[in-house]
């Protein structure tokens, strides 16, 4: 294996790790807060989305992709808009989830099976979507490259 080849496998390997242990953080600090806190279940999946994403950015950007094209602040742009779009996704999937096993009686945990649903589809957007703009040329360069590519 080439040493590119090698590079990216392990930066894969990384980011999923990183990945996952925001999700594990996302999704224990969603039960702490709804479960415990008592907070209301669609603002502690905010709130605990929001933690998650701290710790994906600052692991991702420190261990795996630390020198980039692009300068700081401009990756923590890019990754917070990519977030706050899976944020919505995240939400409304929960919430379609919660709808459709509502009424199952045989189903526990409800609120937690919509929510760890709703982070593993959400997290396939991420990646892919971190991985192509935000360490990379990010939003409006992709959008030139497609462009120039597609269009003229």
């Given at each position: 294996?080439n040493?590119l ?5 392990h ?9 996952g242990?925001?999700v594990?953080i ?8 709804s ?5 209301v279940y ?7 989305y929001?933690l ?9 950007k420190?261990?795996?992709f630390?020198e980039?094209p692009r300068k700081y ?10 977030s706050?779009?899976g944020l ?8 379609l989830?919660l709808m459709l096993i ?10 937690s099976i919509?929510h760890?649903?709703?982070v593993?589809?959400?997290s ?8 192509l ?8 360069e992709?959008?030139?490259?497609y462009?120039?590519k597609?269009i003229n």
């Open positions: 294996m040493k080849n090698q590079e990216t496998v930066q894969v390997y990384k980011y999923i790790l990183f990945s242990l925001a594990l996302n999704i224990v600090s969603r039960m702490v807060l479960n415990y806190l008592n907070m669609y603002l502690a999946i905010t709130t605990a929001i998650g994403m701290i710790v994906n950015f600052v692991l991702n420190n261990y795996n630390p980039g602040y401009q990756e923590l742009r890019t990754f917070m808009v990519i706050f779009i919505f996704l995240t939400n409304g999937m929960a919430y989830i509502q009424s199952q009686s045989e189903i526990i945990y409800k609120k919509a760890i649903l709703a593993g589809f959400v396939i957007y991420s990646f892919i979507a971190h991985k703009l935000t360490y990379k040329g990010g939003i409006r992709s959008v030139k490259v462009y120039k597609h």
